[in-house]
Nanobody
């Protein structure tokens, strides 16, 4: 069983930055693809960013491309999401997820394990 715990959310003004972390348990972290998703009330959970097992391949939703950066430290079993130039529309609960396949995918249903989420609120 893999457990994921997000941290780093909070309240920030538009234009500001936040760094989310997702600490994982389990010895297989370095073989899993990881993803960040977000969800607001009444909407579907949406893909934000993904990273393959090695960290060499990443992908982003168009809405965050150029502002967000996903990275991972396999020695620390942790994946990060650096969020810059935040906008009010980035306000959501952010979730990290682990995919037992080595290469990330954008579909919610592809992921096997999920964290509990961390709230990000961007004020205008």
């Amino acid at each position: 069983q893999v457990q994921l715990v997000e941290s780093g959310g909070g309240l920030v003004q538009a234009g500001g930055s936040l760094r989310l972390s997702c600490a994982t348990s389990g010895r297989s972290f370095s073989s899993y693809a990881m993803g960040w998703f977000r969800q607001t009330a009444g909407k579907e959970r949406e893909f934000v960013a993904g990273i393959d097992w090695s960290g060499r391949s990443t992908g982003y939703a168009d809405s965050v491309k150029g502002r967000f950066t996903i990275s991972r430290d396999n020695a620390k079993n942790t994946v990060y999401l650096q969020m810059n130039s935040l906008k009010p529309e980035d306000t959501a609960v952010y979730y990290c997820a682990a995919d037992k396949s080595a290469y990330f995918r954008e579909h919610v249903s592809s992921y096997d394990y999920w964290g509990q989420g961390t709230q990000v609120t961007v004020s205008s």
